[in-house]
Structure formats: structure tokens, C-alpha cells
T-cell receptor
Framework: KAGVTQTPRYLIKTRGQQVTLSCSPI?????VSWYQQTPGQGLQFLFE???????NKGNFPGRFSGRQFSNSRSEMNVSTLELGDSALYLC??????????????FGSGTRLTVV | DQQVKQNSPSLSVQEGRISILNCDYT??????FLWYKKYPAEGPTFLIS?????DKNEDGRFTVFLNKSAKHLSLHIVPSQPGDSAVYFC?????????????FGTGTLLAVQP
């Protein structure tokens, strides 16, 4: 079966711009979570969605937002980009909610560079 | 506040020897611990996990040990192979409520020398 698809794979944006990243989960998976990976910080939790509802949110400023559609696809948006937003953004899908991360399948990520 | 810590950013081991990767945590509410492996340009892949009610879980060459009193877990890889060279992330979950949220450590880069 197809894995988790994240688009685009690479992106270069200028400070102050906004960006939208997309994640298509594994077919049948209804939960999508987003993480930011930066050197020295590991993976930081951004949001978690299940059945179009945000169930959990990490400690990020309001410039970071997301949503999930009825087909379980998810998008995250970052407005007013800052240099520090340069990172690998990873999406993970799982079958249901409350699985404590079991059954997570990660996508390959979107590498965002802000210049 | 880093609730899950991997204090060794890197580790180098000879092929065939044991690799031991360590992880410490501060929140006693965690009830599942997981290890992920990540190659460059790929997403992390699940390796092995352990419930907080156990102290050991084994899967082939990989064994995870949990010491709840010390809030410490370790991943043992025996024997180590060059293909094991990757970044290993420790993660914790189960902080209450229905959630898939994981708290990750900062990762340890393992290099297995042939």
C-alpha cells in the first residue's frame, strides 16, 4: 500500500512569506500528526488531527496552523516565515486516535529553507 | 524543558560488537517508550517499543531495557551491522488522554564501522 506522501519535498521561501505543506496519510488512516525536526532539537510535536478535529497542539506560536480534510489529508501553514522556521517538517499517520504513537508511519518530510 | 533526553549525540561501534544507546526521561506519567531509526532524507521508522509495566523487550538483534526507578531506558543492538548506521530517536508517550503525541529525544547518530 502507498505510504505517507508529503509534498513538496523541498521548498525555499523568503522571510515574511507564508507556506503550506501537504500530507496524504496511508489509505484508511484517520489520524495525522505533524513534527518539526531541527538540528539539536530532535522532533518537536506541532499538532495532531483525528477526523478533521485538532486533538492536541504543541508549544508553537500561532503562526503555525493546520487542518485536516474529510479524506484525512492534512495541511499545515506557517505565516510570516522566520529564519528559525527552517527545518524538516514530518507528517505521521496512524489508524486511530489514542494509540500513543503506535502504528505511526512517517512520511519523508518537507525540507523548508527560509532565506 | 526537555522531558526526554539523549545525552550522547553520537556513538561509534565496530561491526559485530554491541551498540548501546541511552535515553533518560523526567515525566513519570509516560507509559510507553519507543525507539525510531532515521536515515538521511527519509522519515523515522519504528524499531521497538516497551510498556512501562515491563523492564525488557526483545526483537531479534534489538533489545530495549527500562529502569523506571532511574527513569532510564536503553537500546541494545547485538551484533551491530553497518546497515544499522543511522540516527536513533527515543520517544515517550501516554501522558493521559486519547492522543498519538510523542515526545522525542534529540537523537543519537550511530556509526557502525566495518
Amino acid at each position: 500500500k502507498a505510504g505517507v506522501t508529503q509534498t513538496p519535498r523541498y521548498l525555499i521561501k523568503t522571510r515574511g512569506q507564508q507556506v503550506t505543506l501537504s500530507c496524504s496519510p496511508i489509505s484508511g488512516h484517520r489520524s495525522v500528526s505533524w513534527y518539526q525536526q531541527t538540528p539539536g532539537q530532535g522532533l518537536q510535536f506541532l499538532f495532531e488531527y483525528f477526523s478533521e478535529t485538532q486533538r492536541n497542539k504543541g508549544n508553537f506560536p500561532g503562526r503555525f496552523s493546520g487542518r485536516q480534510f474529510s479524506n484525512s489529508r492534512s495541511e499545515m501553514n506557517v505565516s510570516t516565515l522566520e529564519l528559525g522556521d527552517s527545518a524538516l517538517y514530518l507528517c505521521a499517520s496512524s489508524l486511530g486516535a489514542g494509540a500513543s504513537g503506535y502504528g505511526y508511519t512517517f512520511g519523508s518530510g518537507t525540507r523548508l529553507t527560509v532565506v | 524543558d526537555q522531558q526526554v533526553k539523549q545525552n550522547s549525540p553520537s556513538l561509534s561501534v565496530q561491526e559485530g560488537r554491541i551498540s548501546i544507546l541511552n535515553c533518560d526521561y523526567t515525566n513519570s506519567m509516560f507509559d510507553y517508550f519507543l525507539w525510531y531509526k532515521k536515515y538521511p532524507a527519509e522519515g523515522p521508522t519504528f524499531l521497538i517499543s516497551i510498556s512501562s509495566i515491563k523492564d525488557k523487550n526483545e526483537d531479534g538483534r534489538f533489545t530495549v531495557f527500562l529502569n523506571k526507578s532511574a527513569k532510564h531506558l536503553s537500546l541494545h543492538i547485538v551484533p551491530s551491522q553497518p546497515g544499522d548506521s543511522a540516527v536513533y530517536f527515543c520517544a515517550a508517550s501516554g501522558m493521559g488522554g486519547a492522543t498519538n503525541k510523542l515526545i522525542f529525544g534529540t537523537g543519537t547518530l550511530l556509526a557502525v564501522q566495518p
